[in-house]
């Protein structure tokens, strides 16, 4: 059994390792391991856990309470609604753990969440090959009309 929940201070050892373990972590797979420091991680963590910061985590752990994914996400302000939105930022699920329900069960929290915090819009953005994501993707939302660009 799959449960999904905030992370807690407890998580940081086996989240540190879903992030950014060189062998098989996010940031490997997304080909960001070199480009973001230990310092850069170690920051992020702490804004999990602060109440201050509107930057939230949530962990997917197995029924042996050992951590299989995350979710990373975010509030934010716009220009066109009054509300904050909500921007899901990452969602990872370890490969011995994908095609087990962690990936939409991550997903149904942080759209919780977003009702909770009173944000109408959840947004997130995949890589444009990543075709397994896109498959769960395009079951829990719909597919925006948009390019994106980053600075040069």
């Known amino acids: 059994m799959i449960s999904i929940r905030p ?7 086996e989240w540190w390792k879903l992030w950014c373990d060189p062998d098989e972590s996010y940031l490997q797979t997304t080909g960001s391991l070199a480009s973001v420091s230990p310092s850069t991680t170690e ?10 910061v509107p930057l939230y985590a ?4 197995d029924s042996n309470g050992n951590l299989i994914g ?6 934010h ?3 066109k609604l009054t509300q904050e939105n909500m921007y899901l930022g990452d969602l990872y699920v370890s490969p011995s753990n994908r095609q087990k329900g962690a990936g ?11 009702d909770r915090l009173n944000c109408p819009g959840c947004f997130w953005t995949t890589d444009k090959d ?4 896109q498959r769960l ?11 994106l660009y980053r600075r040069a």
């Open 43 to 52: 920051t992020t963590f702490s804004r999990f856990l602060d109440p201050r």
């Open 58 to 61: 949530a962990v997917a752990q």
């Open 104 to 114: 939409r069960k991550l997903l149904e929290f942080v759209f919780s969440e977003a």
């Open 77 to 79: 302000l716009g220009t």
């Open 7 to 13: 992370i807690a201070p407890k998580d940081k050892h």
């Open 130 to 133: 990543n075709q397994t994501a």
């Open 70 to 75: 995350f979710a990373t996400y975010l509030t």
């Open 137 to 147: 993707y395009n079951k829990v939302g719909v597919q925006a009309d948009f390019v």
